[in-house]
């Protein structure tokens, strides 16, 4: 049977819990708490719960906005519709399932649909403006990154290296691209993106793939990072990272692999740099920022791959994925504080504390603000002064 790991490894091998595997590996410590004296605090508009979030599981269920309302989810299979200004409960739908509705992978908004995938293996669409199912369909898989919509259709990367795309109105299949998965892999899987009729995503074998929307048919394939090492650990080469399009470049990363930029039009790299990553990244004025496989912070220019700065003091926190709101660089940590840093030289400007149950998805940012959503479901919808 094909064996899984969580994406918090380093956690895993840190506290010596990863069977079989821990007596191999050194521990290592989550760094402490960075004393920060705060430039600014943020101010809170609203708060409230959705349900019981997604606890310490894997789901990676980061909000969505779209046609005027603020879209959330439990793992559960509470699916919400706000009023993101208020708060307010336009309206709700309950996935129905047997045990637990254990959505993971999404949410995404097109077409007036909801769309989110679960580890059940299925695809789900709701009506965006009155939450009714509209279509809910089996893939072969797991659905644990975000699904995309394009083209009229809507694409999902399942865990058994399956990309397939289903017609976003009905959901009736279209084609299927297959790749290899390892033995062993992580816990997680790259989410499509798309951009002029194609479709680029990762692969748990190690490279970054693309294809045509209409036909499925691959355009070219790239390795970002190849096996080495001696355990099965070291020779981990997921590209469980979203790929970032920006101008005429994609940009991806891999974990025990490399962060590389490739040219749209012909595949081919333009430049590797040596940071192995399993997390998605976000790129803002030229600059990409990326959280590493050993929680440290990293910003690089986007034109050359040249380090601008690098912060280690967030060391094995179990950082969520970056996002820049009002002109900072914030991350969350396991432990449920928001790190917020100066973008220009990556020292911390402020630190925020939540609920203490963990921050596993970036806050969103949002017109007048921004959305904070811990493991245990707390929503807070707050502003920088």
């Not at 980061?62 to 009023?83: C, Q």
């Not at 898989?141 to 990309?163: C, F, H, Q, Y």
Request: charged fraction near 20%.
């Amino acid at each position: 049977m094909r064996k899984r790991l969580k994406q918090a490894l380093a956690l895993a091998v840190a506290i010596g819990v990863l069977s079989g595997c821990a007596s191999e590996e050194e521990a290592v410590q989550m760094a402490p708490l960075p004393a920060v004296t705060n430039q600014f605090t943020p101010v809170q508009d609203w708060t409230r719960s959705i349900d019981d979030g997604v606890q310490h599981f894997y789901s990676r269920l980061v909000p969505v906005t779209g046609y005027g309302k603020l879209y959330v989810a439990s793992r559960n299979g509470l699916i919400e519709a706000l009023d993101p200004v208020t708060g307010q409960l336009v309206w709700e739908h309950q996935i129905d399932a047997e045990e637990s509705a254990k959505l993971s992978g999404g949410l995404s908004v097109a077409y007036n649909k909801v769309f989110v995938g679960s580890e059940n293996a299925e695809v789900i669409a709701l009506d965006a403006e009155t939450g009714e199912e509209a279509w809910r369909v089996k893939v072969d898989g797991e659905v644990l990154a975000k699904p995309l919509a394009d083209e009229g259709m809507v694409m999902v990367n399942t865990s058994r290296g399956i990309l397939q795309a289903m017609d976003a109105q009905t959901g009736a299949t279209k084609w299927q691209i297959s790749s290899e998965v390892p033995t062993l892999t992580l816990r997680g899987d790259s989410a499509p993106v798309s951009i002029s009729g194609g479709v680029f995503w990762g692969q748990a074998n190690g490279r970054l793939a693309g294809a045509y929307i209409q036909n499925g048919q691959l355009i070219w394939q790239q390795p970002v990072g190849q096996p080495q090492g001696a355990t099965e650990i070291d020779r981990l080469v997921d590209v469980d990272a979203s790929p970032v399009i920006d101008g005429g470049r994609l940009y991806t990363a891999g974990y025990n692999g490399n962060l590389i930029a490739i040219d749209l039009r012909s595949g081919q790299q333009v430049w590797k740099r040596n940071y192995s990553s399993a997390t998605d990244f976000v790129i803002e004025s030229g600059v990409l920022y990326l959280v590493t496989a050993e929680d440290h912070l990293v910003a690089v220019d986007i034109r050359s791959g040249t380090e601008l700065w690098q912060n280690s003091e967030l060391s094995h926190r179990i950082l969520s994925a970056p996002a820049v709101i009002g002109g900072r660089l914030v991350v969350g940590d396991s432990l449920g504080y928001l790190h917020w840093l100066d973008p220009l030289n990556g020292e911390f400007v402020a630190q925020q504390q939540t609920d203490g149950s963990g921050i596993s998805v970036p806050p969103l940012a949002l017109n007048d603000g921004y959305l904070v959503v811990t493991r245990e479901g707390k929503l807070s919808k707050m502003h920088l002064p």
